[in-house]
């Protein structure tokens, strides 16, 4: 592999954990804001994120040549594989932000959490979400 090639990959791979990153914060944003309506809390759709979820979103970038070795593969299988490895990347940073008291989420309320890290529930979620980042990743 060239240097050329090489710096090549590094801004497509930068460019991709920037729109990562800025879509993962909007989805979030919307998440949390319509959240706040169905607690009946703030009807000014008002969210709430952390700087911290940049990166973590950004990281998704990860997700491009996952989505190659995949092209063909079922929905179903695609959508799969993404969440885990949403899951994944949420259990690890947040175990990692926990230690060092910086973590800017807390499920331990919820039902189907897994030590305050990650939430079951939001399987759906991150289905989608990662089908999302792959479409979103496939016209770069």
């Not at 801004?11 to 309506?37: P, Q, V």
Request: charged residues 20%.
């Amino acid at each position: 592999m060239t240097q050329f090639s090489l710096f090549a990959r590094l801004k497509n791979f930068l460019k991709n954990f920037i729109t990562c990153g800025a879509l993962g914060w909007c989805l979030e944003c919307f998440w949390t804001g319509m959240d706040a309506i169905r607690r009946g809390k703030d009807k000014t759709l008002r969210c709430q994120t952390s700087i911290w979820m940049f990166p973590i979103y950004g990281m998704a970038a990860l997700f491009a040549p996952i989505s190659r070795l995949l092209r063909g593969v079922p929905i179903v299988i695609r959508g799969t594989v993404y969440m885990l490895l949403i899951y994944a990347g949420e259990f690890l940073s947040g175990t990692i932000l926990k230690k060092h008291k910086s973590c800017p989420w807390d499920y331990s309320k919820a039902k189907l959490n897994y030590k305050g890290l990650i939430r079951l529930d939001y399987a759906p979620a991150w289905f989608l979400s990662g089908l999302l980042f792959e479409k979103v990743l496939s016209q770069k």
